[in-house]
């Protein structure tokens, strides 16, 4: 697999990806905890506990492995939450 500008490139993506995943998890548990006061339980606090967590471990292993595509499941692991939330709760 050739990438375009440099050899580095490569390795400062995983790098960008593992700590933007890892550092959505208290992110999003801030993001969880003021959601449950104002509004109580919804939906919200399934998806805010269970893909931000994923997110981490995915970045973790796309950095230790050299797995780029794991490294972009885990950076859209960690932005989905949001556009989830927003869809759920206008569902309900």
């Not at 050899?7 to 790098?15: C, I, Y």
């Not at 990806?17 to 006061?37: D, E, H, I, N």
């Amino acid at each position: 697999m050739s990438f375009p500008y440099s050899g580095d490139s490569l390795e400062q993506f995983l790098s960008r990806a593992r700590m933007m995943s890892a550092v959505a998890v208290p992110a999003y548990l801030a993001l969880l905890l003021f959601l449950t006061k104002e509004e109580g339980w919804h939906w919200s606090f399934l998806v805010l506990c269970v893909l931000p967590p994923v997110a981490a471990v995915s970045g973790f292993l796309g950095k230790r492995d050299i797995r780029p595509g794991l490294a972009v499941a885990a950076l859209v692991m960690a932005i989905a939450p949001l556009p989830l939330i927003g869809g759920l709760e206008a569902l309900f």
